[in-house]
Every structure is written in C-alpha cells, then in structure tokens.
C-alpha cells in the first residue's frame, strides 16, 4: 500500500509540474504577442507622426522658397543662404522618407547604405549652412564696410559650393571606416567600435 502510495504521488506531482510549466509557456507566449503587438502599434503611430512632420516640412520649406526668391528679396546674400538651406532641408525629409520606406519594404544593404551617406552628407550641408550664415551676419552687423565687400551673392554661392565639395570629400572618405554592411539583415550599421569608444569618451568626461 505504501509503494502505491507512494507512485501516485510522484504522478500526481509529475503531471502538477507539466501542467504548471505548460501553463507558464502559454503565459510567457501570450505576454511575448501582446508585447510584439503593442511595439508594432506604436511604430504605426511614430510611423504617422513622421509623414505629418515630413509633410509640413516641405510645405513650410517651399512656401520659404517661394518667398525669399521674389524680387525685392532676391539680390542679397541671405537669400542664397536661406535657398539653398531649404533645398537641403527638403533633401533631408525626403532622404529619411525614403529610407523608412525602404527599410519596412525593401531589404537592399546597397540601397541603405546609400541613403546613410545621402542623409550625412544633406544633414551636414544644412547645419553647415546655418553657421556660415551668421557668420556672414555678424560680419554685417560689427563691420558693415567688409560686409559690402564680401557678403555678397557671388560670394555666399562660392562659399556653399566650398562647403558641398568638401562635405563630398569628407564623406565619401569616413563612410567606410564608420558604417559597416550587416547582410543578414541587409542594412548599412555603425561599426560597435567607434560607438564603444563614444561612450567611453562621453564617460571618462563626465567623471
């Protein structure tokens, strides 16, 4: 009676286990879907504010042409600037629209690496071209004689072409020792090493 007993409990306790570890594998399933279907309605719904904000980018960047290339306005050196800054503004919303599309649709590593180098390339061109704008306004506001000599349009379309060459160079030169090709996953990623040592550099001046 007692080997009996004792059998029938190790049974009992054996389908106990199976049943409880089974009942966890459900749980652990039904947590994993819930979370992949949250992620996937968040990413819609990032994916919906960045159409809107790409959207109204380009509105508001084209009503900037429209405006700074009518005649009472054309004939000075802010007008070069601000054109081509919102042209490479464009660029940028387009580029990352583009790219967003083509990492949810397209798997092509070729196509990805080239939109990363087209979006450093426009990205640095737009931020470049604010600063070398107010320089040129700090030049025509502390000293008024050099800015009738050098801000000018000739000028400032010699100084955006300058800085568009050597974005070309500069980039076409560091593209390959900063992104490397992931095939598995047909994507241009940054190299861990220089993202390690980023973090570390950030660290060590932090403490």
């Not at 009996?4 to 947590?31: C, D």
């Not at 084209?62 to 009472?72: K, P, Q």
């Not at 000075?76 to 599309?101: E, K, M, P, Q, R």
Request: proline share 1%.
């Amino acid at each position: 009676m007692s080997q009996n007993n004792i059998s029938s409990n190790l049974q009992f306790n054996g389908t106990f286990y199976q049943n409880n570890s089974s009942a966890s594998m459900l749980n652990e399933g039904l947590i994993r879907i819930e979370i992949t279907q949250f992620i996937q309605k968040v990413n819609f719904w990032i994916a919906i504010v960045e159409i809107l904000m790409v959207i109204c980018g380009i509105l508001g960047n084209g009503l900037a042409l429209i405006v700074i290339n009518r005649r009472s306005l054309r004939d000075t050196s802010s007008s070069v600037f601000i054109t081509y800054l919102a042209i490479f503004d464009i660029s940028v919303l387009v580029v990352h629209i583009t790219n967003l599309a083509i990492s949810r649709w397209i798997q092509s590593y070729i196509l990805h690496c080239f939109l990363a180098y087209l979006t450093d390339l426009v990205t640095f061109c737009s931020v470049w071209i604010m600063v070398i704008m107010t320089l040129e306004r700090c030049v025509a506001v502390h000293s008024p004689f050099l800015a009738k000599r050098f801000c000018t349009r000739e000028r400032a379309r010699y100084s955006i072409y300058i800085l568009i060459v050597v974005a070309f160079v500069l980039f076409s030169s560091t593209f390959p020792n900063i992104y490397t090709i992931d095939k598995i996953q047909q994507k241009c990623t940054v190299k861990l090493k220089i993202t390690t040592n980023i973090i570390l550099t950030h660290v060590r001046k932090n403490l």
